[in-house]
């Protein structure tokens, strides 16, 4: 069987966006109705500027930030590891567990194609990085 793309997992996904200058309330107002745990931060042109996460808006409160005057780009995660569309899922899957990850963004040319995360993933896909990972741990 052939791994899936990460294109495959992303297609015809409308991530939650948001501006650099939008506020921490916005984002996290917005994700609540989307029910997602992220937003990518772009910029100009559909460039990934950063993200900010629900791990980010828990920070934002227990640091007593003012959500509805606090920018995102003064609390979100800048430049964030990305994979690009033609990465496989396995690819995703390493990276989400190696960096500690909830989110990945995939981007092209540095923009936003979409977001996978944890859930996006078959099982197949877990029981094979499980496989890999006590592999490495005899290994050791």
Known sequence: MQDRT?????RNQHPLTLSPGDSVAAACAAMHRRRVGAVLVVGEDNRLAGI???RDAIRCT??????RNTPLRLVMT????????????????RLLNDGGFRHLPICQDGRVMGIVSRYDFRAMEHARLNEESRFFEVLR
């Open 62 to 67: 227990a640091e007593g930030y003012d959500a």
């Open 78 to 93: 800048p430049d964030p590891v990305t994979l690009l569309p033609e990465q496989t899922a396995i690819d995703a899957l």
């Open 6 to 10: 990460t294109a495959e997992i992303i």
């Open 52 to 54: 900010f996460t629900g």
